[in-house]
Every structure is written in C-alpha cells, then in structure tokens.
C-alpha cells in the first residue's frame, strides 16, 4: 500500500495572497491531479500531470499553477486568492489515467 | 462527452435497513465505472470498482454493485446498513478515450439515524 500527504491540513491566507499546497505520493504512481471540492459541486479538476515535469490543465485552471518537479511530489499554487474563498484540495494519484485514483485527506483553504 | 447522474442528493436510512444508491452515466462506449466514500475530513476511500466481467462487483464494508449495460446504470447496494455509512458516496467513470481521469458525479449524501 501507499499514502498521500498533503500539506497544510488547513490554510488560511488574505485575499490577494499567493498561496502553496503541497503533495506527496509513495504509490510510485505515473498520474497525480489535483481537484478542488465545493459543497454541492462534486470534485472539478483544476490540473493533473502524467508524468514527472508535464502539466496538463483540468475545467478549473484559471488562478491557478502547478508544479511536478519529482515523481513523487504534486504542488499547486493559488495565485491570487478570492476574498471569501473557502474549499477543500484534493490531491490524488493513479497509475493510469483509466485506473482507479487515490487520494490525500485534503487542504482546507480559508480566504479571509 | 461523457458524465455522471447521482440523482439522489441526500438519503437518509434507520440502522440495519438496506440501503440502494443510483447511478446513472453517459457514455458511447463501455466505461471502467468506480465508487468512492467520503467520511467527514477524509478525502474519497475507493469502495468497488468494475472493469469488466460479471456485472455484479462486491467491495469493502459489505457493499455490492451492479453495472447494467443497458440501462446506463452502476448501482450500489448495502443489505444492512450501520451507523458508521454515514458519509458521502460518489459514483464515477472512466472513459478511456478521456484524457483527464475520471469523471465524477456529485456525490450522495447518506444519514444512517439509529
């Protein structure tokens, strides 16, 4: 087995701030993604990467950038955060992009 | 394109009834099909999943699915539910002519009271 470890748990950044989560997998998996969860909205993917170095835009990129510098490792950064933002990063991996994900407990941003 | 019906929104069940959530997806061909648990704070736990074969699939914690072809259909089913399914539970797809992974629905959110 494996896990994925996000950091922080919880973030709270001003509005205007850049803002950084991270994300680590130990599954050895090709694919991770990162997805931001709203209430009553599902999961919408805002970037995955197939591989170390490649970056791949989701429905919900903009005000957003990431970074896959190792295999291992997934970053995203808000580049500007919406006043009143409040919703949970989801960071995911999978071998495959047809195979089952799996994902981190989350980052809980709050904007103030 | 493809996507994901959950049509129930919130379902609520009394301890040790059972328990049937649906799933509804569109799609050309035929998908791998997926469902997920979320229990509060957590992020998605994956329960069962169907690739192909038999079209009744048996997970964790007791739960089954049943995919159905013609009927666009991938419902999960529990004979007798506990206190702890209290959670969110997502249906989703796989549509491998689909760069981006899976597709999600937008979850359905079960109350078990005892």
């Given at each position: 087995g494996g896990i994925i470890t996000q950091t922080p748990k919880f973030l709270i950044g001003q509005e205007g701030q850049k803002l950084t989560l991270k994300c680590q997998q130990?599954?050895?998996?090709d694919t991770m993604y990162w997805y931001r969860q709203d209430s009553g909205k599902g999961l919408r993917l805002i970037y995955y990467s197939i591989t170390e170095n490649d970056l791949q835009k989701g429905d919900?990129?903009?005000g957003y950038d990431a970074s896959r510098e190792k295999k291992s490792s997934f970053s995203l950064t808000v580049t500007s955060a919406q006043k009143n933002e409040m919703a949970v990063f989801l960071c995911a991996s999978s071998p495959r992009l047809d195979t089952e994900v799996f994902f981190g407990k989350g980052t809980r941003l709050t904007v103030v | 394109a493809q996507s994901v019906t959950q049509p129930d929104a919130r379902v609520t069940v009394s301890e040790g009834a059972s328990l049937q959530l649906r799933c509804k997806y569109s799609y050309s061909g035929t998908p791998y099909l997926f469902w997920y648990v979320q229990y509060p704070r957590q992020g998605l736990q994956l329960l069962l999943k169907y690739y192909?074969?038999?079209?009744v699939v048996q997970g964790v914690n007791g739960f089954e699915a049943e995919f159905s072809k013609s009927n666009s259909s991938f419902h999960l089913r529990k004979a007798s539910v506990h206190w702890s399914d209290s959670a969110v539970y997502f249906c989703a797809l796989s549509?491998?002519?689909?760069?981006?992974?899976l597709t999600f629905g937008l979850g359905t959110r079960v109350s078990v009271f005892p």
């Open positions: 130990n599954f050895n998996h919900l990129s903009e | 192909s074969g038999d079209p549509a491998r002519d689909y760069a981006q992974g």
